[in-house]
RNA sequence: GGGCCGUUAGCUCAGUGGUAGAGCACCGGCCUUUUAAGCCGGGUGUCGCUGGUUCGAGCCCAGCACGGCUCACCA
């Protein structure tokens, strides 16, 4: 067969409209596609390769912003600014529209004498939502509104399908969670919360690496998934033929790391774990940790406070916060109570409840009694959840909980059954997480080994044992100070948002269809 | 997993057992500094799905799906 008997591929019409992903083809989209197979056909290009510009719309305004009206209109600035459409106001042959960069609109206009009439009915091919490219030059309106005169203009990208209403926005969550960009397109607040995010991240790599940390990545699939007391997800390798699990901690890794001389490590990144979802909890999360060697948790609040306070100052200004009712002071120090007092002074607890044992199992269990049996350490952990934690609105280090709910932490000097640890609780919610590491090897063996014991009981939140870790500790851990902040509740009290899933892109929903 | 609530046009939402509604968006007109532009005209729909009750169901009942809140669970 010579080439030219080859029949051609089928090609698809560049200007066709989308099958629907679901459901029918509606009206809108039906003259969507018809205003784009008009541009088309006269000459325009519907998936360019590249388009130039010279300003973003917020670099338009960054630039220009503070400029004034006789300013403008002596040094008629030149733009080539690209955005998305997202409202039209025609006034027959002038029209205003705004396009957006994500970030900041900026208003255009553009008149039939400026552009010639062929241009200006071409540009009414274009619909809500579409991307476009405006050359021209900037000025402000009657009402003072930083404007872009169109001279020209380009094609970017067709919108086939119709946004949102634009007073209301989006409004449906589950929409917003599913399809994130609309919500982008439609929220700017929406948007800006994700920013803040981002902003925060930096922040925290910013200050680990101005004190020395080394930031490292440990393995998210894992033979034993340790390093805190949650139910893992469990996967499957095929070449090794063995079941691994997502890690729900990086822990006992960083802390190998310790071991191997990296005296003070860092990690920014997800961990999993199999548990409920609600407006605190995704199952997978961001989470900080940090190490370092030569310290204790002790050395871990007053880094805490700092890290805090200085969040805080560099990204809202101030020491102060608000967060949904309440305002959250992060000024130093931070109040300091120990479990056993807020339990006395939330949890009705009085000295002589606390010493009866069998009492405060009795009523541990009595508030879940899903979690029967329970051991004393456990009980007052269920105490403390139901009672206390609501109460620890401003910024709390909640120190020396029961020991038998730690196993990784050392014991509280001078105590045998309270370990050396502290929660920060912030609005009720468990925002970070620290001790004192432990680094016996014969005594993390001894307690990984009693959490096996309520395993075996059908604990299914104890620890696994991990003897690989402990042949870790056996090479000498230095004292150690380590730490877990979840960076999720970070964004979402900086941003006063009471639900994590606002401060997550693509939370997970159960899949659809 | 339990309880409560929701699901109606592309979006935001009304809807009282008896012809399916509004605003925005969209379509056709008018309009050269508007900005939730305005004015005139047009309703474009699998009322989440499946059954049931009824002469008749968006509405009442049951089951299911998805979502929200809440409780449970949860470092």
Redesign the pocket.
């Known amino acids: 067969m010579s080439p030219n008997e080859k029949s051609n591929p089928p090609q698809p019409d560049p200007a066709a409209s989308p099958e629907p992903a679901e459901g029918?083809t509606?009206?809108?989209e039906l003259?969507r596609a018809e205003?784009l197979k008009k541009l088309v056909a006269a000459g325009v290009d519907p998936f360019p390769h590249k388009i130039e510009r010279t300003h973003a719309a917020a670099d338009v305004a960054a630039e220009f912003g503070a400029r004034s009206k006789e300013d403008l209109e002596a040094a008629k600035p030149r733009v080539r600014v690209p955005g998305r459409i997202l409202?039209?106001?025609?006034?027959?042959?002038?029209t205003?529209f705004h396009i957006s960069d994500g970030r900041v609109k900026i208003?255009v206009y553009i008149?039939?004498?400026a552009v010639g009439r062929e241009a200006y009915e071409r540009f009414f091919l274009f619909?809500?939502g579409d991307w476009i490219a405006v050359e021209g030059t900037l000025?402000r309106?009657?009402?003072g509104?930083l404007?872009v005169m169109v001279e020209s203009f380009q094609f970017v990208a067709k919108c086939h399908?119709?946004l949102?209403?634009?007073?209301?926005g989006?409004?449906?969550?589950?929409?917003r969670?599913r399809r994130r960009y609309l919500d982008l397109i439609m929220n700017p607040e929406a948007a800006a919360v994700f920013r803040l995010r981002s902003a925060v991240v930096a922040y925290l790599r910013r200050y680990f690496d101005e004190r020395g940390y080394i930031e490292v990545e440990t393995p998210m699939m894992q033979a034993v998934p340790g390093g805190?007391?949650?139910r893992p997800f469990v996967t499957h390798h095929n070449a090794l033929d063995t079941d691994l699990y997502l890690r729900v901690a990086p822990e006992l890794y960083l802390k190998r790391l310790v071991v191997g001389g990296m005296e003070r490590v860092y990690e920014i990144n997800r961990s999993f774990?199999n548990?409920?979802i609600?407006?605190e909890?995704n199952p997978e999360f961001t989470m900080l940790e940090f190490y370092q060697a030569y310290s204790d948790y002790n050395d871990m609040m007053d880094l805490t406070e700092d890290l805090l306070g200085g969040l805080v100052r560099d990204l809202l200004g101030g020491d102060a916060f608000p967060y949904g009712d309440d305002v959250i002071s992060v000024k130093r120090p931070f109040q300091r109570l120990k479990f056993r007092d807020a339990l006395e002074r939330y949890g009705g607890l009085d000295a002589r409840a606390f010493d009866d044992r069998a009492g405060v199992i009795r009523l541990g269990e009595e508030m879940?009694p899903?979690?029967k049996p329970l051991t004393y350490g456990r009980a007052l952990d269920v105490i403390f959840?139901?009672r206390v934690k609501r109460h620890l609105v401003q910024p709390t280090f909640l120190i020396n909980p029961p020991k038998e709910?730690?196993p990784l932490a050392k014991a509280a000097l001078g105590s045998t059954d309270e370990a050396a640890r502290f929660e920060l609780f912030v609005s009720g919610m468990?925002l970070a997480?620290a001790f004192s590491e432990l680094t016996d090897p014969v005594e993390q063996r001894l307690r990984f080994e009693q959490q096996a014991g309520e395993r075996a009981k059908g604990d299914d939140?104890s620890h696994p044992i991990d003897l690989d870790y402990v042949q870790a500790l056996e090479y000498g851990l230095p004292p150690t100070g380590g730490e877990g902040i979840g960076v999720d509740r970070l964004a979402m009290l900086l941003g006063n948002r009471r639900?994590i899933?606002e401060v997550i892109l693509f939370p997970l929903?159960?899949p659809?269809e």
């Open positions: 029918r509606t009206d809108q003259a205003k409202s039209v106001r025609q006034m027959g042959r002038a205003f208003q008149r039939e004498d619909d809500i000025f309106t009657r009402t509104e404007t399908r119709p949102p209403e634009k007073w209301h989006l409004q449906d969550v589950e929409i969670y805190a007391l949650a774990r548990e409920g609600d407006a909890h879940a899903d979690k959840d139901k709910v730690s468990e997480n939140e639900n899933r929903l159960r659809r």
